[in-house]
């Protein structure tokens, strides 16, 4: 089975980075499209970033020039390096897989999802 497990995610003050990583195991990684999304309390899921398998990659506004994404196929990983964190980054972060995925911050085109890693800035 498909299994995507999420690390990196702790408490840091407003200004602060922080490198989230997603593990994969159980498929063949370097086919899946990767997307990070995030989810605050009462608030919807959004996509973050995404890196295709092509190495394309792609960002939301709220978050460009600030994160970038990055992916390690021998590795079976992905990681999403947050920098001049703000306290409104602060959710829940998931990893999410799928083979072909047209648009990538769409959470229903993501097959597998990791159980998340919790990011918190203080202000």
């Known amino acids: 089975s498909v299994q995507l497990v999420e690390s990196g995610g702790e408490s840091v003050r407003a200004g602060g980075s922080l490198r989230l990583s997603c593990v994969g195991t159980?498929?063949?990684?370097?086919?899946?499209?990767i997307g990070w999304f995030r989810q605050a309390p009462g608030k919807e899921r959004e996509g973050v970033a995404a890196?295709?398998?092509?190495?394309?990659?792609f960002f939301a506004d709220s978050v460009k020039g600030r994160f970038t994404i990055s992916r390690d196929n021998a590795k079976n990983s992905v990681y999403l390096q947050m920098n001049s964190l703000k306290p409104e980054d602060s959710a829940m972060y998931y990893c999410a897989a799928s083979p072909f995925v047209a648009r990538w911050s769409s959470s229903h085109e993501y097959e597998y999802w990791g159980q998340g890693t919790q990011v918190t800035v203080s202000s």
């Open positions: 890196v295709y398998s092509s190495g394309r990659t």
């Open positions: 159980g498929y063949s990684y370097s086919n899946q499209d």
